[in-house]
């Protein structure tokens, strides 16, 4: 790890304040020093660091993926991303992480794997330096209930103990799952408490699990530290997932004025993620996937998007954090489009593009478990900064753009090395020079 001093730089610091100009320091894995120059002078000394000119390109905080699947492999049906045999899918999860890290998401945090240690095994390398990826917390497979989605068995015939999610029946099989995957070394256990629209049979808006399934799950979690994450849909899972102490909350599409009011009162606590890729792409272009306008109405979308839409900006309007990130690694909204989600904020959560930009890093830095060492371009302040060729709060999609992402840092070392540079500094040491 070096020392690298951005000069010429617009500084979006990810705390909602507008960008300056200014220089920015970094040291080993910490930006060591922030500082504005209005008027162009040099602020910082340059001795001993590799200067980056960055000819007015904004520096920002690397952004979080709050719902990411690495193990969803961008197949159009559960059954498709469950069947891929373990070493392909292995070697696809490898591919993913470190796509999503040179797409600008410096943290992801896991939201289910399709297998049970396909989420693990990816945080170890990545931890490791084995293999190159964002800061990751693994998750659990899919834990439901049998009908529920994630359930993909024929009961009748005899099926392995895991399917594309697990499968349990009543608080003590809840228990034994649960410590398996606490065993196996999981950062957060994944509950499906909704249906979703995607099963005919189990729409969104219904709830599957019991009170007394979901207690065990946080009670087993909490014992050992570790988070619960849940698919909540429907108005009574969301209210059930904060009965019981859930973290993370995914979709909570249909928060009544009772849930909202329950969220607000936990909202130090908690995070929403609503993942809307599914929902509006579905909706809108799903088409090609067999899901005509009219059959998308029939499973529910459209309902479920204006639900989706009140209750979001109704949390928005409270207070709540809620996340960008959300099962893309389907067909109809495949991996590292993720930034999309920004755009669909404004379009149906009522957030500003600035207000995007702080639930994409300052709040993502909150989700990591991590204090406030992440997420802001601040003093002090771990060093995950993406380089953008352009203003992403006055147009967003500049952040779906590779070209205009110039360089991605993660915990001070480059791993998409920015063309910009002095020319007195050469090469600068990147991931791949880097690691063994
Ligand atoms: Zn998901």
Redesign the pocket.
């Known amino acids: 790890m070096g020392s690298y001093l951005f000069t010429n730089v617009r500084i979006l610091d990810g705390s909602g304040a507008p960008a300056y100009p200014g220089e920015v320091l970094v040291q080993g894995n910490r930006i060591s020093r922030v500082g504005g120059s209005g008027t162009g002078a040099r602020l910082m000394p340059s001795s001993g660091a590799v200067v980056i000119d960055a000819a007015g390109a904004t520096l920002m905080p690397g952004m979080t993926e709050a719902?990411t699947?690495f193990s969803w492999n961008n197949a159009a049906t559960l059954d498709g991303i469950q069947v891929m045999p373990p070493e392909e899918h292995t070697l696809w999860v490898a591919h993913v992480a470190r796509k999503y890290l040179e797409h600008g998401w410096t943290s992801c945090v896991g939201?289910?794997a399709a297998k049970p240690r396909l989420d693990i095994v990816i945080r170890n390398a990545i931890n490791s330096g084995m293999l190159p990826g964002p800061r990751y917390l693994a998750a659990s497979q899919e834990i439901t209930v049998l009908g529920n989605l994630g359930d993909e068995s024929l009961p009748h015939i005899q099926y392995p103990e895991y399917n594309f999610g697990a499968v349990v029946n009543g608080p003590e099989e809840m228990r034994k799952v649960v410590r398996t995957f606490l065993k196996y070394g999981v950062d957060s256990i994944k509950v499906n408490l909704s249906g979703d629209n995607i099963l005919p049979d189990a729409p969104a808006n219904t709830t599957w699990i019991t009170d007394e399934e979901v207690a065990m799950a946080v009670k087993e979690t909490k014992m050992r530290g570790k988070r619960v994450s849940v698919?909540a849909r429907s108005c009574e899972s969301i209210k059930m997932a904060l009965r019981h102490g859930a973290e993370v909350i995914?979709h909570a599409s249909y928060a009544d004025e009772e849930a909202l009011d329950m969220l607000e009162a936990q909202k130090h606590r908690i995070f929403v993620a609503p993942?809307l890729s599914v929902i509006v792409k579905l909706l809108y272009e799903g088409e090609p996937y067999g899901f005509s306008p009219q059959r998308a109405r029939e499973l529910g979308y459209e309902d479920e998007l204006e639900a989706a839409s009140r209750s979001l900006t109704a949390m928005h309007r409270r207070g709540i954090r809620v996340l960008p990130g959300?099962?893309y690694g389907f067909a109809w909204a495949p991996h590292w489009t993720n930034a999309m989600d920004l755009q669909y904020f404004v379009k149906y959560c009522g957030m500003t593009p600035m207000e995007t930009i702080v639930a994409a890093t300052r709040f993502g830095g909150q989700i990591m478990m991590m204090g406030n060492d992440l997420g802001l371009v601040q003093e002090g302040r771990l060093a995950d900064l993406l380089l953008v060729d352009g203003d992403p709060v006055a147009d967003l999609s500049i952040l779906l753009d590779q070209k205009r992402l110039l360089a991605v840092m993660k915990d001070g070392v480059f791993y998409k090395e920015p063309a910009i540079r002095s020319a007195r500094t050469g090469s600068l040491p990147g991931w791949n020079r880097t690691a063994a």
């Open positions: 719902h699947h939201a289910a698919h995914y993942g959300g099962d």
